[in-house]
């Protein structure tokens, strides 16, 4: 299943178009996508069902897609996951998670731009997992289950601020209007050919500069949960960006960061990709 959102409203995306799931559903579920994430397992037998698979889809513009959220109650981000992105920061790969987190406002669709407001704003591309179902001290053998699926994201990071002071602004730094775009779409983790090894990149006007795969993730998506929901509780719709391959500007020599006019493209096998237009600061 693929779930999306256009207008506000969930659909489903099939190869046919969007069907909209609070029509197709009588009202069951829908339209807000954080009663859905509530009643996950529930929704998600509907979607296989015969009133969803033979309700008629239509046409629409996949630049109108918004971000495969609802409202979060948290938003986690993994740093220092990939040991080559670690090396290249000139850090050693964590031992221990490491965590942060990206403010809700940051949040963007899958076809967005995004105001740059210094010049030294950064890509960093990233499979991000939704939640699915309440974890609290689940074991990594659980942590698969209460992944709703995953989505392609960006932790677009402002590094002035994120390096200037005594310890690392991860947080805020990271939360810049239009900083986590998320997308296309909610995939959910049947559709994928191996859930633990998906190849992924970014480009930057038609230059790859991150490709990677979850396979060499250094706390893989169950670690990450089960680590997670041993401190706190995860709620459904909550979302988690899960680290970044190495190919980001900041470990480049000279640094390379975006510029407005440039096209920041991010992709993921099986996922699809999202776009961002980078522009002048507002
Ligand atoms: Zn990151």
């Known amino acids: 299943m693929k779930l999306g959102?256009?207008?506000g409203s969930a659909v489903l995306i099939t190869n046919g178009?969007?069907?909209?799931?609070?029509?197709?559903?009588?009202?069951r579920f829908g339209p807000d996508l954080d009663g859905i994430y509530e009643r996950w397992s529930?929704?998600?037998?509907?979607?296989?069902?015969?009133?969803?698979?033979?309700?008629?889809?239509?046409?629409?513009?996949?630049?109108?897609?918004?971000a495969p959220v609802g409202r979060p109650r948290q938003i986690f981000a993994i740093g220092l996951n990939y040991?080559?992105?670690?090396?290249?920061?000139?850090?050693?790969?964590?031992?221990?998670?490491?965590?942060?987190?990206?403010?809700?406002?940051?949040?963007?669709?899958?076809?967005?731009?995004?105001?740059?407001p210094t010049g030294t704003v950064d890509w960093e591309v990233e499979i991000v997992a939704i939640i699915g179902e309440e974890a609290r001290r689940v074991t990594i053998d659980e942590a698969w289950d209460r992944v709703a699926g995953l989505a392609i994201g960006q932790d677009l990071s402002e590094r002035t601020m994120q390096l200037h002071g005594q310890t690392p602004?991860?947080?805020l730094a990271k939360s810049h209007p239009g900083f986590s775009p998320v997308g296309p779409a909610l995939v959910t983790l049947d559709e994928l050919p191996d859930r633990d090894a998906i190849e992924f990149g970014c480009a930057v006007d038609g230059q790859t500069m991150q490709s990677g795969n979850t396979r060499n993730l250094l706390f893989s998506i169950p670690?990450?949960?089960?680590e997670l929901s041993r401190v706190v509780t995860l709620y459904p719709g909550d979302v988690i960006f899960t680290g970044t391959p190495d190919g980001v500007g900041l470990g480049r020599d000279p640094k390379v960061y975006l510029q407005p006019g440039q096209t920041l493209v991010s992709s993921a096998a099986g996922l699809g990709e999202i776009r961002s237009e980078l522009t002048e600061a507002e």
């Open 169 to 171: 602004q991860f947080s």
């Open 83 to 116: 040991a080559a992105h670690a090396a290249e920061a000139g850090l050693q790969p964590a031992r221990d998670l490491v965590v942060f987190t990206k403010f809700a406002s940051s949040i963007a669709g899958p076809v967005s731009r995004v105001p740059l």
């Open 42 to 66: 529930e929704f998600a037998a509907w979607a296989d069902g015969p009133e969803a698979t033979g309700a008629a889809a239509e046409d629409f513009d996949e630049a109108a897609l918004e």
């Open 5 to 7: 959102r256009l207008a």
């Open 17 to 27: 178009g969007a069907i909209d799931v609070a029509r197709a559903s009588g009202g």
């Open 223 to 226: 670690e990450i949960i089960s």
